[in-house]
């Protein structure tokens, strides 16, 4: 299965735990989209940033 994921808040005074998450799902600025298959490394990052991004699952 996969998952789109936006970046929707920007990174200014976040932790740096969040800013790796972040990082480790190729989202670098406000509005950057990425299709991502969906795993737990995945997972464990979107729950780390869920509060920054939007997540939408695909067919």
């Keep these: 299965m996969k998952i ?4 929707v808040r920007g990174l200014a005074g976040k932790t740096e735990k969040q800013k790796l998450a ?3 799902l190729g989202l670098k600025k ?4 990425r299709i991502l298959d969906k795993n737990p490394m995945v997972c464990g990052n979107l729950e780390i ?3 920054l991004v939007k ?3 695909l067919q």
Aim: proline content about 0%.
């Design 49 to 51: 940033v869920k509060h």
């Design 55 to 57: 997540v939408e699952e």
């Design 30 to 33: 406000i509005n950057d989209e």
């Design 22 to 24: 972040l990082k480790s």
């Design 4 to 7: 789109k994921v936006k970046l």
